[in-house]
């Protein structure tokens, strides 16, 4: 994969550089008149905010109206549902994390879409370490994820966490944690991840699972507190915060990537053209820095190398979901 990331140091050497090329003050002349980003999970939260940010930077380039639409409802399902069925002729795009693509089909009889068939792929636009935090409802005293385990295993029912959707990565991350730590833990679907952190900050939660971007606003005030992250090394953007790997967790590959699709049946060229508009977002340092306060980082791949991704995520999560044994049916 095509790896475009910026430190902050880099992105302020090359505001000069590239800054006045990206957002085109004019339209280009082979953009679309409109086109939509649909989301499949609640305004205001982490996958809600990139959709907005990038369709500012991809406006003019792409489309000259171009748009988020939120279809939230049914685990998120209801975005690329909609997606598929919007007519192949670049007006419609879907952003969404990978779990709804690449974890999906192995938890859903009937999942509604095919994400091989029934999609073009256009690339990926950021990549996200997951986080696991907990709220008023766990006392203060409990400082790392090992305290947390410990705190759980003496109080067993109040072991509930929450996620932005059942059967997503971030769900089967609490599931995964759980077992390594030999506790088990209740899990609660939301429809995104803001939902359950309220919950989370009025004491009705004690823990949620979720990408890191979605607990950074809530931080300065400690109400709540984010033990561990995913990623083979700290988070840049939480530096303070340990990795699971270093508590002993084998949770590293346990990210999580933003991706676009179109309809399948798409023309190449509407491919090509999304993909280049992306592309050019990804180096938009404007992108880049918001990107950075939701805890994201830009990564921009190819039409193919987000279909091998795709691919590869979709068979690595079926022996996980296999090995945890859930399916979203039962």
């Known amino acids: 994969m095509e790896n475009i990331r910026m430190t902050r140091r880099q992105l302020l050497a090359c505001m000069g550089a590239i800054g006045a090329g990206i957002l085109p003050t004019a339209a280009r002349a082979d953009a679309l008149d409109m086109a939509t980003i649909v989301v499949g999970l609640s305004p205001g939260g982490a996958t809600d905010i990139a959709a907005r940010r990038l369709a500012e930077a991809m406006r003019g380039r792409y489309a000259k109206t171009l748009i988020v639409e939120n279809k939230t409802g049914a685990a998120a399902r209801l975005a690329p549902q909609h997606v598929k069925g919007s007519a192949p002729n670049g007006a419609t795009l879907l952003l969404t994390p990978a779990s709804m693509m690449a974890i999906y089909p192995n938890t859903y009889r009937n999942l509604g879409y095919d994400p091989i068939k029934d999609f073009a792929p256009v690339g990926i636009i950021s990549t996200s370490d997951l986080g ?134 798409t023309s190449p060229q509407l491919i090509a053209q999304a993909s280049a508009a992306m592309k050019a977002a990804a180096a938009n340092p404007d992108l880049v820095n918001a990107y950075g306060t939701m805890g994201m980082e830009t990564a921009w791949s190819s039409p193919e190398e987000l279909a091998a991704r795709l691919r590869t995520d979709m068979q690595r999560w079926r022996g996980i979901v296999d090995q945890i044994g859930f399916s979203a049916d039962s």
């Open 132 to 265: 696991f935090a907990v709220g008023p409802a766990v006392p203060s005293s409990v400082k790392t994820i090992t305290d947390y385990l410990a705190w759980l295993k003496a109080n067993p029912s109040k072991a509930n966490f929450g996620s932005g959707a059942s059967g997503s990565g971030p769900h089967f991350l609490g599931e995964l944690l759980a077992r390594m730590g030999g506790v088990k833990m209740v899990h609660a679907g939301y429809r995104g991840t803001q939902p359950a952190i309220l919950d989370l900050i009025g004491g009705h939660l004690p823990a949620v699972s979720g990408p890191l971007g979605e607990f950074l606003p809530h931080l300065k005030g400690g109400q709540i507190r984010v033990l561990a992250v995913t990623g083979s090394k700290r988070s840049a953007f939480l530096p303070n915060v340990p990795t699971f790997k270093e508590h002993g967790f084998a949770l590293s590959e346990m990210t999580e990537w933003f991706g676009i699709f179109a309809p399948a049946g």
